[in-house]
Structures are given as C-alpha cells and as structure tokens.
C-alpha cells in the first residue's frame, strides 16, 4: 500500500506564491506518475499536472506557464510551485499517484492523498 501526505497549502495573497509537497510511503515503487488534481467550491475535481518517472510532464490549461511540477525520485516527493495565483486557483489540491503513466483518468489513479487547502485571496 502506498500513502500520499501533502504540504504547503494555505493562504495567499492574489499574485503571490505556493509551493505544494506530496511525500509518498509505502510500496511507493510501484508508482510510476504522480501529480496534483484540485477541487474549487462547487466544481468538479481536475488534474492540475502530472510528472511521469521519465520526467515527462503534463499540464491542465490553467496552470501553464505559472504551474511547475517536478519529483524527487530519491525523496519519493513531487512538488507543485505555483506562482502569480488567482482567486480563481482556490482549491483542495489533492496528490494522486498511479501504476501507469498517466493521471488523466481518474479511474486509473490508485492512490490519493488527503488534499490540502490553498486560498488566494483577492
């Protein structure tokens, strides 16, 4: 079994800075791409961007070119620095990891986190 445990989320200001964590546990070597999915008040959850083992990144419309993802594979950690925010970008973001190379299915995401809140106020 593997465990997600994400950090970083919080409050921030509109053009401001976050840098979310995800740290993998477990049978973390099964895991072949890693990423982050948020969920904004009353929408439905969509992928942010995903990272797979070969470096590989893929991103959602709205967070090219303010988003970066990038992994530590020796740390089994992926990050999320996310610059110029909006309030727009108000959010649980969850870490999800999968056995394939993609996270663009949900139905193939095996494993979640907890999710963690980032507020960017106006």
């Known amino acids: 079994q593997v465990q997600l445990v994400e950090s970083g989320g919080g409050l921030v200001q509109a053009g401001g800075s976050l840098t979310l964590s995800c740290a993998a546990s477990?049978?973390?070597?099964?895991?072949?791409?890693m990423g982050w999915y948020r969920q904004a008040p009353g929408k439905q959850r969509e992928l942010v961007a995903h990272?797979?083992?070969?470096?590989?990144?893929n991103y959602a419309a709205s967070g090219k070119g303010r988003f970066t993802i990038s992994r530590d594979a020796a740390k089994n950690t992926v990050y999320l620095q996310m610059n110029s925010l909006k309030p727009e970008d108000t959010a649980v973001y969850y870490c999800?990891?999968?056995?394939?190379?993609?996270?663009?299915?949900?139905?193939?995401?095996?494993?979640w986190g907890k999710g963690t809140l980032v507020t960017v106020s106006s």
């Open positions: 999800a990891a999968s056995r394939i190379d993609t996270l663009s299915v949900e139905y193939y995401i095996h494993y």
């Open positions: 477990g049978s973390s070597v099964t895991i072949k791409t």
């Open positions: 990272i797979i083992s070969d470096g590989k990144t």
